[in-house]
């Protein structure tokens, strides 16, 4: 995969100088894509590949949360959601947006909603792809990113869980994404952010649907059927307990919606934004 050079910037938030992408200036409503968890990643490995496309109707931005990507753990920090949240809610006025959509894969998908149930007033709507919601069983894919130590057979390993067609994970995919894990004390801080996995039969548990409930907000869920991360029962119990929500699924795609099936994902995100009231 080749990534496109996207301008990068800094602000501070929430005690953090936080690194962030931006592209556009398009009429249409501004995005903020907030990208997953694991070794190596960073709003570039996630977005760079659709952040153009997206930027031809709209202005987009693509923050590294903290402790991801360039923008770095801090000492004395409880990593938790209350400080991602404050996080991204201080990225809003940093950079000028009084509302945006909410774009979140996985975690940022995660981040996303509990950012609704605080602050649902700076949201437009929200898109979710490949992410948890209520309590299901602990899968390979989430558990290994926490047992990584840098080593690029073991960092192809992971990638491989994620896709449906292992063909994406390529070689210079591979040498990035270790590359980012490797720098002195990356990992040890990835371990701060999140709590250890436990074993296979350990119960994940995000949002509760009861919660998900009082999230009114437009939402677009995005799954992929064959997800072995995030299972798309995962995403249909949060497009139905979610009451203004809608769901594509997509056959024959994992984990990477906006890399397995990125055209057709910049058409229903755009194509669902340009809807919104």
Not at 56 to 82: M, R
Not at 255 to 272: C, G, K, N, P
């Amino acid at each position: 995969m080749t990534l496109t050079a996207l301008p990068s910037k800094t602000v501070s938030a929430a005690g953090h100088r936080t690194h962030y992408l931006e592209a556009g200036a398009g009429a249409g409503r501004p995005l903020v894509l907030l990208h997953g968890s694991g070794p190596g990643v960073s709003a570039s490995a996630n977005w760079s590949g659709v952040m153009p496309r997206l930027a031809e109707t709209h202005h987009v931005f693509a923050p590294d949360l903290a402790g991801f990507g360039d923008t770095v753990v801090e000492d004395g920090v409880q990593y938790d959601i209350k400080l991602w949240v404050r996080q991204l809610v201080e990225f809003l006025d940093a950079v000028g947006l009084e509302s945006a959509t909410l774009v979140g894969n996985s975690f940022g998908g995660g981040l996303s909603l509990a950012t609704a149930l605080r602050h649902a007033d700076r949201i437009d709507a929200l898109v979710l792809l490949g992410t948890p919601a209520g309590t299901f069983e602990m899968t390979e894919g989430l558990r290994s990113g926490w047992y990584y130590e840098p080593d690029r057979a073991e960092m192809e390993r992971i990638l491989r869980l994620f896709p449906y067609d292992k063909d994406l994970v390529t070689p210079e995919m591979v040498e990035a994404r270790y590359l980012a894990s490797a720098g002195e004390g990356r990992q040890e801080a990835y371990r701060r952010l999140l709590p250890e996995p436990g074993p296979r039969d350990t119960p994940v548990r995000g949002v509760p649907e009861a919660a998900l409930a009082t999230i009114d907000l437009p939402a677009l869920v995005l799954h992929g059927r064959e997800d072995p991360v995030i299972p798309v029962e995962v995403g249909w119990r949060l497009a139905t307990s979610m009451p203004n929500a809608e769901m594509h699924v997509f056959g024959n795609c994992g984990h990477w919606v906006q890399l397995e099936r990125s055209q057709r994902f910049v058409e229903l995100v755009t194509s669902f934004v340009r809807t919104l009231p």
